[in-house]
């Protein structure tokens, strides 16, 4: 059974940085493609960044130039790291193995002064 594990969330002011980590376990990790995703109250979970088995990487518009996706294989491990962040960032962050239905249980970034 694949389990996702996400922690890092927090309350941070409007251009402060956070690093998101989301341990794996259940799974071949090298092998797996992951993803994060942010669901802002009353709206959609929307795809973050993804990372694949080959290390390539993809950015939603709104992260690019900000949010750093990256991966441990020797510690199955994803990490996040976002930086000068803004109020419109706020949301829970979710980790999941891309193209399946494992999903973490999410961790919640407020962006506020």
């Known amino acids: 059974q694949v389990q996702l594990v996400e922690s890092g969330g927090g309350l941070v002011q409007p251009g402060g940085s956070l690093r998101l980590s989301c341990v794996v376990s259940?799974?071949?990790?090298?092998?797996?493609?992951f993803a994060w995703y942010r669901q802002a109250p009353g709206k959609h979970r929307d795809l973050v960044a993804n990372?694949?088995?080959?290390?390539?990487?993809w950015y939603a518009d709104h992260g690019k130039g900000r949010f750093t996706i990256s991966r441990d294989n020797a510690k199955n491990t994803v990490n996040l790291q976002m930086n000068n962040l803004k109020p419109e960032d706020t949301g829970v962050y979710y980790c999941?193995?891309?193209?399946?239905?494992?999903w973490g249980q999410g961790t919640q970034v407020t962006v506020s002064s």
């Open positions: 999941r193995q891309y193209g399946t239905s494992a």
């Open positions: 990372i694949f088995s080959d290390y390539n990487t």
């Open positions: 259940g799974l071949t990790f090298r092998q797996a493609a």
